[in-house]
């Protein structure tokens, strides 16, 4: 509780009404305006939630002036150079990092679950080997709800741990099978006795006829791709799963929406857009022709923008951006990629942006997904496939939330309001009068 309120007064002459201010651990207090709408007949008006705190919640935080994001209190550079995904996991979804006896706990659980129900992948077969990756996810979680109905009660928390369980090690899985369909060669079975992102790179690029050979460098990338996008506070597909969820559907259904949020190119589909615009760029003549590229980005009659910066949180480097940095840089050594000609236009671009008045007075910073695309395409990840790895990522981020949400008990169905602008009442006129 708190003794501290918020007035809000009117020109009107409408009698001023007090609200409580509520205080969080850490961030911006929030003014608890639930009871605007009895005490005064409004309602408030922000497109967007600029300014709306939708849910309380423990998960993550998210400075954006300071350029911070802690996981349960962790900050993810501590996060990500100490722990791998399966111990974020563990954290995200229970609180605390696991010990010693819980981890082998959590690994057991999450690898008896990685093989996918077989009749999966005849419901795959009945997509077009050219379908968006996304599309096919969407559609693959979805089924999930119809797979494994045994744990699909929202209101069980033992079910709701077990789909946790089946949707983190699942996801691996299915993602590799979605690319294996669309390149038609025969699915990986998962193996167990590798870990988490090793099994999922395993599952993507071996053949029945040649295994994959785990490269640490390049398994230590992807697992870090994992823990930077594991979870983001309440961004748009994470606000989706909760609204979802709100109206008491099953996990994998909530899960599903989070799926086609996260596919738009404003949020998970950065990455995949940031590297077709390197393209774009390259096929025009690459590095020579930056400079034209970003007089089109800061022409205001111009649609185009520099993918993969900026962020509606983060008016400062994002933290995320700084790590996804350094893997960059090891995986392109590693693979001897410094020169290659796309990469060298990423460097570059990145370095005239950060440079440039236009993106330093608006504090455009290049976010995760810039780097994010790149070490992706250079590990040999298939553009399209990239929001898919996101949304493998975001998974745990998601149930978790969802999960915290479920057992709050403020906990209601989201339903928003709005100003309505529309038609005043009128009648229907005979056809021949319209
Ligand atoms: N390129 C060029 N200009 C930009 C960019 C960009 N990438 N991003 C913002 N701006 C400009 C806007 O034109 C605007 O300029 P103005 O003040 O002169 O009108 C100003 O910066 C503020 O931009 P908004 O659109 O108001 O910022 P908002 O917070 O709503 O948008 C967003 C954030 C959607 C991420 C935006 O920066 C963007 O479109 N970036 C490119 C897409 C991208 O990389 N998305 C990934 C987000 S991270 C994630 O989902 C994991």
């Not at 939630?49 to 423990?58: D, I």
């Not at 930077?228 to 909530?254: I, K, M, W, Y």
């Not at 590297?275 to 800061?298: C, H, P, S, T, W």
Request: net charge neutral; hydrophobic share 40%.
């Amino acid at each position: 509780m708190t003794d501290r309120t918020a007035t809000l007064s009117f020109s009107d002459g409408s009698p001023s009404v007090s609200f409580p201010v509520l205080s969080g651990t850490i961030g911006p207090d929030v003014i608890d305006i639930r009871s605007l709408y009895g005490k005064t007949g409004k309602f408030t008006y922000d497109p967007g939630f600029m300014s709306t705190a939708a849910c309380r919640s423990a998960i993550t935080y998210i400075d954006g002036d300071k350029g911070e994001l802690l996981y349960r209190g962790y900050a993810i550079e501590d996060l990500a150079r100490h722990c791998d995904f399966l111990d974020v996991c563990h954290l995200l979804l229970y609180g605390e990092l696991p010990d010693a006896a819980q981890r082998a706990d959590f690994d057991q659980r999450v690898t008896r679950h990685t093989m996918v129900n077989e009749q999966m992948q005849f419901f795959l077969r009945g997509f077009r080997r050219d379908a968006h990756p996304m599309a096919v996810m969407t559609g693959l979680v979805g089924a999930m709800s119809a797979f494994y109905p045994d744990s699909i009660n929202l209101h069980d928390a033992h079910q709701r741990d077990i789909s946790a369980i089946r949707l983190i090690a699942k996801m691996p899985t299915l993602v590799a099978m979605a690319y294996k369909y669309s390149v038609g060669q025969p699915y990986m079975y998962p193996r167990n006795e590798l870990a988490y992102a090793a099994n999922f790179m395993r599952m993507m690029f071996a053949t029945p006829c040649e295994d994959y050979k785990v490269n640490d460098v390049l398994v230590r990338a992807m697992d870090r791709i994992f823990i930077l996008h594991a979870d983001h506070e309440q961004n748009a597909s994470t606000s989706t799963v909760r609204l979802c969820a709100s109206s008491g559907t099953n996990p994998f259904a909530a899960i599903a929406a989070g799926v086609a949020c996260l596919w738009g190119p404003a949020h998970g589909g950065a990455n995949e857009a940031c590297l077709n615009m390197l393209y774009d760029i390259q096929a025009q003549g690459g590095v020579a022709r930056i400079g034209e590229f970003i007089e089109k980005v800061k022409d205001k009659n111009s649609t185009v923008r520099l993918m993969g910066f900026g962020h509606r949180v983060y008016k400062n480097y994002d933290p995320r951006a700084k790590l996804m940095r350094e893997t960059c840089h090891e995986v392109l050594s590693e693979l001897g990629l410094h020169d290659d000609p796309l990469f060298k236009l990423a460097m570059a671009l990145e370095k005239i942006a950060l440079e440039d008045d236009y993106f330093v007075s608006r504090k455009l910073y290049p976010n995760v997904d810039y780097y994010s695309g790149i070490v992706q395409k250079a590990i040999g990840i298939p553009v399209p496939l990239f929001t898919a790895i996101f949304a493998l990522a975001r998974t745990v981020g998601w149930i978790a939330q969802l999960n915290e949400m479920i057992a709050d008990p403020e906990y209601k169905i989201g339903r928003p309001r709005q100003l309505f602008v529309g038609a005043t009442p009128r009648t229907v006129k005979p056809i021949a009068q319209r």
